[in-house]
């Protein structure tokens, strides 16, 4: 059974960073995305950043030019850099890849961003 990897949350101030990382215990074949989602409590999980195997790019609206995704979809790894967080980012973070059976996600890594 595949398990995705998650780590590098926290509790940062606003206006601080963060790096968050993911990597699957074994190859995932097929992989077409992988990104980040998020869910805070009470609502609803969003999509945060997701990346293509052809390395195209897509942000949520209100990450867009504080948060970077990178990675190596044929190597399962992914990596959510986030920057100048403000306290409406506080929420559980899963990684999630999408391959051509099924997606699979992380177990979450909490960030609080809190002065």
């Known amino acids: 059974q595949v398990q995705l990897v998650e780590s590098g949350g926290g509790l940062v101030q606003p206006g601080g960073s963060l790096t968050l990382s993911c990597a699957a215990s074994a190859t995932i074949f097929g992989t077409k995305t992988m990104g980040w989602y998020r869910q805070a409590r009470g609502k609803q999980r969003e999509l945060v950043a997701t990346r293509t195997s052809g390395g195209s790019t897509n942000y949520a609206d209100s990450v867009k030019g504080r948060f970077t995704i990178s990675g190596d979809n044929a190597k399962n790894t992914v990596y959510l850099q986030m920057n100048s967080l403000k306290p409406e980012d506080t929420a559980v973070y899963y990684c999630?890849?999408?391959?051509?059976?099924?997606?699979?996600w992380g177990q979450g890594t909490q960030v609080t961003v809190s002065s």
């Open positions: 999630n890849v999408g391959s051509d059976l099924r997606d699979y």
